[in-house]
């Protein structure tokens, strides 16, 4: 049996009761960060063999696990926070084991996507989800400049590294349009600073940025 576990994203207090027991009770955990995940399972007395799965072992590593779960082991797949396969490693494996028959579950539990988009106050009707903003600076502003054509909202993770030139970007294209950057969520900096993107420019271009960001973009509608 295959779990698909989510993590918290900030707080550890957000794990589920039942996310506990799957680990408890699994006999391998696959991790895409066995040091980062390593500290979580200290934090909650849990002690189960770690072995990583992330993106440069994805495909090797998904044989090797086919293999344990077709021998009958029980095998919990975390990533570093929130939910698997969402922009972070599981949906290779969890097609392997749909395509092979072998049974799985998924665990509800936090999620930044969710999470920003309920605390931006942008509407939460209709929304996009985009992953990660490219990097390249001419793809970037291409994806931004079709959130800005939508109807509904945009949701994207983003680096804190490129925040600001992100911000430069709505700011000469749209620099009306209500933008959000939601960060360090769940955690005790916690920061939703919404407004047109030359308010929030100004803002993030005076300090220097950490911790995980999602970026969301306001629909027409």
């Known amino acids: 049996m295959l779990y698909l576990v989510p993590t918290p994203i900030g707080n550890r207090a957000d794990i589920t009761q039942r996310a506990l027991e799957i680990l408890r009770s699994a006999d391998l955990v696959a991790a895409e960060d066995t040091r980062h995940s390593g500290n979580l399972l200290r934090h909650y007395q ?3 063999p770690l072995v990583s799965y992330h ?3 994805e495909a090797r590593r998904t044989e090797e696990l086919l293999e344990k779960l077709r021998a009958g082991s029980t095998v919990a797949l975390v990533t570093d926070a929130g ?5 972070d490693p599981g949906h290779r494996l969890l097609k392997a084991c749909r ?12 999620s930044s996507v969710l999470t920003a988009l309920v ?3 942008f ?13 390249k600076s001419g793809q970037r502003e291409r994806e931004l400049l ?8 945009s949701i994207y993770f983003e680096s804190p590294y490129r925040l600001v030139r992100t911000l430069e970007t709505c700011a000469a294209h749209f620099p009306e349009r209500p933008v959000c950057v939601a960060r360090e969520l769940t955690k005790q900096f916690e920061e ?26 306001s629909g027409r509608g």
Request: charged residues 15%; glycine residues 10%; neutral net charge.
């Open 46 to 48: 849990i002690e189960r």
């Open 119 to 121: 605390g931006s106050g």
């Open 55 to 57: 993106a440069h072992n």
């Open 192 to 217: 939703f600073r919404c407004g047109p993107a030359p308010e929030l420019l100004a803002h993030f271009a005076q300090k220097t940025v950490k911790g995980e960001i999602v970026f969301l973009v």
């Open 123 to 135: 509407p939460p009707d209709r929304f996009t989800f985009g992953g990660f903003l490219p990097t």
């Open 83 to 87: 939910m698997p396969c969402i922009s």
């Open 146 to 153: 079709a959130a800005n054509a939508r109807e509904e909202t």
């Open 99 to 110: 395509l092979h028959g072998i049974p799985y579950s998924v665990l509800p539990g936090p």
